[in-house]
């Protein structure tokens, strides 16, 4: 089945807009999901809500939350707060965390880099341009976010960072090549900084399979490329949250990938998803 975007609407954040001060904060764990309004950052944000964690959530150019997100921190009573920042300049990323913090009187416990830019190239069509465009977003801005993350003073609880990748990184194929440059050097900033945080932040990551589609798909080949996958089966975007969860509780896991793809990783495919089995 193909899963199509849920119509948004606005949402009023925990606090009103124009109110000054830090929020007050009960004793529950601060999560700040990039990208956390819409799709998979959506259902992420809405499965942390469900788990009782308080949210920062970022949009680059606006935080207008999927109509389901928006139900379920309504539904929570999820004490939140949306922060619009552009990760075209990766600069801006830096100073994030210190906004979530002066919001809410203290740094996020839990980042998720979820936030991402994808297009359509390859070899033969490329710039430079496309290139640092989506290196910009998908692996210099979560550096930056891991960097303040990392440094800002911050109690001796768990902290953790999740970092969204793509089944794809096992076996990179020639289509979307900017992305898939970008989502590789995501998992080596995943690997780098598990290294170099411990122990007092764990880094590790989810790499997704195919997900939510997109318009480009239609049901029949949703069909035939679920048979392609190892498992028979693609994942749904509620499991890779349930890995996220996870994660996000497993105080003595770090420097590890969860694939959540129906097996995907496992094999290699000639070009992507989007133009097999049409």
């Known amino acids: 089945m193909i899963e199509e975007d849920v119509p948004y609407r606005p949402l009023g954040s925990a606090r009103g807009q124009g109110e000054a001060g830090a929020l007050p904060i009960a004793n529950k764990r601060l999560a700040l999901v ?5 799709r998979l950052g959506g259902i992420i944000a809405g499965a942390l809500a469900k788990a009782g964690h308080s949210l920062a959530i970022h949009g680059s150019h606006d935080t207008r939350l999927d109509s389901h997100l928006a139900l379920t921190l309504e539904e929570e009573g999820t004490q939140w707060e949306g922060f619009v920042v552009d990760f075209a300049d990766p600069e801006n990323a830096e100073e994030l965390i210190a906004q979530v913090a002066a919001r809410f009187g203290r740094p996020p416990d839990i980042l998720i880099n979820s936030a991402a830019l994808f297009g359509q190239d390859r070899l033969d069509d490329v710039t430079a341009e496309d290139l640092m465009r989506h290196y910009a977003v998908n692996c210099a801005a979560p550096a930056m976010l891991t960097k303040a993350f990392a440094t800002v003073p911050a109690g001796s609880g768990d902290r953790c960072i999740i970092n969204i990748l793509d089944q794809r990184i096992d076996h990179p194929h020639g289509d979307q090549l900017a992305y898939t440059l970008s989502k590789l050097a995501l998992a080596g900033l995943t690997r780098t900084t ?42 749904q975007a509620e499991q890779i949250a349930q890995a996220v969860l996870y994660l996000v509780d497993a105080s003595a896991v770090t420097g590890q990938t969860l694939y ?17 089995c049409r």
């Open 194 to 235: 598990a290294s170099s945080l411990a122990p007092q932040v764990r880094v590790n990551a989810v790499a997704p399979g195919l997900t939510i589609a997109t318009p480009d798909y239609d049901a029949d080949q949703m069909a035939r490329l679920e048979h392609m996958m190892p498992l028979g089966r693609l994942p």
């Open 34 to 38: 990039t990208g956390g309004h819409r």
């Open 260 to 276: 959540v793809d129906g097996g995907a990783h496992m094999r290699s495919y000639d070009r992507d998803f989007m133009h097999l």
